[in-house]
């Protein structure tokens, strides 16, 4: 079997980011995970260092380089298992081999739950969005649509309002469960939730309009899909480690209830940000650090 110090899960901002530490300190690093979603021609604009637009496949595409750089190995494979061994090293099972490691890092990311839009594949990042604080500024005064039924969807309209008045919350036929406050915060910005279902999206280089169940069309530029998110991490369950809902539970080192285990980026929930990433997986690979440089100091790796 071989074995590694570090063994991280994901190869996204927050992955790549732990293993530009890790390599960089000198640890044996691998990296499993395939591209992340960023990884294609979405424009990231609100990036530190990059004044002009870089796309999320580029930017993905530096950090890897940098990480090969310092000797992090990155392998495109699915985790299906890691397992503590008596010895307190972990044993990660994946699609294609066996890895003994001494420290773990889970950088999995979140799935987002998708509102069964026939086309909606065709139209992410032609209108189709996932994130305001993302996105929100390329629909500066026109006309979007949020879709979700719960506090989500609230919050995201609510920020909307910061970039275009013409918001319009669609509940995909489910009753609002965003009661109180929020409904009179929505109110109070002229924000109305329609309990109907789209179905289908059309124009022809973009999102141009939105079609329902019953037929009916509605102008719209921008879909900001606001239903929630789901777990990449379940596979780590067994483990015993902490979770809140679907995100797993770190301090403030990024250390998991588990010793040796810690965690970074989108799988914490919270800002789900590149920048927040990137932070969060320096500060989990600082921490895997240490505790191999204390626990495995020893360790032979191949
Ligand atoms: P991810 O980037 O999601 O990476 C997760 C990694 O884990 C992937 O490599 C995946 O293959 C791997 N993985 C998952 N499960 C397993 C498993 N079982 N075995 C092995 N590997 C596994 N943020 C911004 O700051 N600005 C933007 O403009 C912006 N635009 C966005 C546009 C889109 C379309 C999307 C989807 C997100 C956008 N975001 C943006 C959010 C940003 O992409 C995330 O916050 C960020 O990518 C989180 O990084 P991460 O490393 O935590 O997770």
Do not use: W
């Not at 469960?177 to 280089?205: H, Q, W």
Request: charged share 25%; glycine share 12%.
């Amino acid at each position: 079997m071989e074995t590694k110090q570090i063994t991280i899960i994901g190869a996204g901002p927050a992955g790549l980011s732990a293993a530009i530490y890790a390599a960089r300190a000198g640890l044996s690093t691998l990296v499993l995970g395939c591209q992340p979603k960023i990884a294609g021609d979405y424009e990231i604009d609100n990036y530190f260092g990059f004044p002009e637009t870089i796309s999320g496949k580029e930017l993905i595409e530096r950090g890897r380089a940098q990480a090969e750089r310092f000797g992090a190995e990155i392998r495109c494979d699915r985790v299906l298992s890691i397992h503590m061994d008596e010895d307190m090293r972990f044993t990660v099972k994946t699609k294609d081999t066996e890895i003994k490691t001494c420290a773990v890092i889970l950088a999995t990311g979140v799935s987002r739950v998708k509102p069964g839009i026939d086309n909606l594949g065709d139209y992410e990042g032609k209108g189709v969005s996932y994130c305001v604080s993302c996105d929100g500024f390329f629909f500066r005064g026109k006309k979007v649509v949020v879709i979700g039924e719960a506090f989500f969807a609230a919050n995201q309209a609510l920020e909307l309002t910061n970039y275009t008045p013409d918001i319009t919350i669609i509940t995909q036929g489910k009753a609002p469960t965003m009661n109180g406050d929020y409904r009179t915060m929505l109110d109070e910005a002229s924000i109305p939730v329609l309990e109907k279902k789209v179905t289908r999206l059309e124009g022809e280089n973009g999102l141009e309009r939105i079609v329902f169940e019953d037929g009916e069309t509605m102008d719209a530029d921008g879909l900001f899909v606001a239903i929630g998110e789901a777990s990449s991490s379940d596979f780590a369950y067994t483990l015993g480690i902490e979770r809140k809902g679907v995100f797993l539970v770190a301090d403030d080192k990024k250390a998991t209830n588990i010793p040796g285990v810690f965690a970074a980026g989108d799988c914490l929930g919270g800002f789900l940000q590149i920048s927040v990433a990137v932070g969060e997986g320096a500060v989990a690979a600082k921490s895997a650090i240490g505790y191999v440089k204390k626990e495995c100091a020893d360790m032979e790796t191949t």
